[in-house]
């Protein structure tokens, strides 16, 4: 294959988006129903899709004189909303509707007007392991002699769920909690190990690993969205490729870290140093209370941390990032519910290396700021399949806290730098002229 992209973009061949679309989520907690909720809404004229790329955002193609701002829903054949049907698993045997309104996310009127689609999503049995999510547990969990059967069953209810709604198509997506943290072990090297560790019941295989494995056997493409070791693995890599399935993750990016991406490149750009970065969190919806363990805070922790490193490039910068001390907090504070608090004490240093400080208080909606980036990925994982795109979609890395890379590639955690990655991604599967910014024959 060329890497020319100009040639590499005549090879693109993108099916229409004929049909319905299945959105699968694992986890009908607080993040899966504001996105489900919030479709709804928006279909019913009750509200914008404030923060989707997908719905609100334009896209330059071209030169600036030529005034071509397509919005992105426009230019990529993406599929309507009207065309979306979810469906899901849990823990928990509450509808939609009874789980929404148990998150306390969305106000009672507004989920009273939509209350009989969400009704309508039930959530299937789930796979669940103690072992990986400690704080939690409930009595919708499915039993089986080993993990392969369990991963069976999950193939099965995909199978069912496609036959019951109509799709013509399905993407799922990880709306679960955290996992407790670990590191790849030999189960994960090869598919062929992978499947004699289902049938072996191989402790080192999480409950999210087998809805992976059971969304790519079933073509279904798959993105990550908790900081779970889940599909960057040899053996997902592997299968994803040869089933030529598009998958992409990990860990949505949404309050605190979002921010880190928005103001460390800010910082480097003007060549200002730092010596330390210390951020807290209090939250009190079902997350906080799962990142209490000190296992699956472990797993949280190293996606939150890894950002500033990438971004700085301390081994490049010395004199600027060398010593710079970076911590991170998550506390669970019951009242605060869903709508956390991500407090950063920033101390950075100028010319001649004198001090300064900068103290951020933000005091966002977890799920208000998920349910957009669910949304925009299942549409974009979506139309990747269409357009034969498999394995990692690192033009998603936007959406991420940890990015997915090809193995041994640093990922890149510039929010800026991932949006034009995005976009260009976009302008190359339409056959567009990539824009670099580079504008000098403007002035020839």
């Given at each position: 294959m060329s890497s020319n992209p100009n040639e590499l973009r005549e090879n693109v061949k993108i099916a229409p988006a004929e049909g319905k679309l299945g959105i699968l989520i694992p986890g009908l907690g607080a993040v899966a129903t504001t996105t489900i909720a919030g479709v709804e809404a928006v279909k019913q004229g009750l509200g914008k899709p404030i923060g989707s790329l997908t719905q609100l955002a334009t896209i330059r193609l071209g030169k600036r004189t030529d005034n071509r701002t397509p919005y992105i829903r426009d230019f990529v054949p993406l599929a309507s909303l009207d065309q979306?049907?979810?469906?899901?698993?849990?823990?928990?045997?509450?509808?939609?509707?009874?789980?929404?309104?148990?998150?306390?996310?969305?106000?009672?009127?507004l989920l009273e007007k939509l209350r009989a689609p969400l009704e309508a999503i039930k959530p299937m049995s789930a796979v669940f392991d103690q072992e990986y999510v400690k704080r939690i547990s409930g009595p919708n969990v499915k039993k089986g002699k080993d993990k392969f059967e369990l991963a069976q069953a999950v193939m099965d209810d995909i199978r069912t769920f496609k036959e019951k709604s109509g799709a013509s198509r399905v993407t799922m997506i990880w709306c679960g909690s955290t996992e407790t943290f670990k590191k790849p072990a030999q189960v994960h090297q090869s598919v062929k190990e992978f499947e004699a560790g289902l049938k072996a019941s191989d402790p080192d295989i999480a409950p999210s690993q087998i809805y992976a494995y059971a969304a790519?056997?079933?073509?279904?493409?798959?993105?990550?969205?908790?900081?779970?070791?889940?599909?960057?693995?040899?053996?997902?890599?592997?299968?994803?490729r040869e089933r030529n399935i598009p998958i992409c993750g990990k860990d949505f990016k949404t309050g605190q870290t979002f921010l880190?991406?928005?103001?460390?490149?800010?910082?480097?750009?003007?060549?200002?140093?730092?010596?330390?970065?210390?951020?807290?969190?209090?939250?009190?919806?079902?997350?906080?209370?799962?990142?209490e363990d000190p296992g699956s805070f472990k797993t949280k922790e190293e996606t939150k941390l890894s950002v500033l490193d990438s971004i700085l490039q301390p081994n490049l910068y010395p004199d600027l990032y060398k010593d710079l001390y970076h911590a991170v907090r998550i506390n669970y504070y019951p009242p605060r519910g869903?709508?956390?608090?991500?407090?950063?004490?920033?101390?950075?240093?100028?010319?001649?290396?004198y001090p300064m400080q900068i103290k951020v208080d933000f005091l966002c909606r977890d799920s208000i700021l998920a349910a957009p980036l669910v949304l925009d990925l299942v549409l974009f994982l979506d139309l990747a399949q269409r357009a034969g795109m498999r394995g990692i979609q690192e033009w998603?890395?936007?959406?991420?806290?940890?990015?997915?890379?090809?193995?041994?590639?640093?990922?890149?955690?510039?929010l800026f730098i991932q949006l034009m990655k995005l976009k260009n991604t976009l302008r190359w599967m339409q056959g567009e002229d990539l824009i670099?910014?580079?504008?000098?024959?403007?002035?020839d």
């Open positions: 979306l049907v979810f469906g899901g698993w849990d823990i928990y045997e509450d509808n939609a509707y009874q789980a929404a309104t148990n998150a306390r996310v969305l106000d009672a009127p790519l056997m079933s073509g279904v493409p798959y993105a990550n969205g908790a900081p779970n070791l889940t599909t960057d693995l040899p053996a997902m890599l592997e299968l994803a880190k991406t928005v103001l460390a490149p800010g910082f480097k750009a003007r060549m200002l140093g730092m010596n330390g970065w210390f951020s807290t969190n209090i939250l009190g919806n079902r997350d906080g209370e799962v990142l869903d709508a956390k608090e991500g407090w950063d004490n920033i101390d950075i240093f100028g010319w001649l290396g998603l890395s936007f959406y991420f806290k940890g990015p997915m890379t090809a193995p041994g590639l640093y990922p890149e955690h510039d670099t910014h580079l504008g000098l024959d403007y002035y």
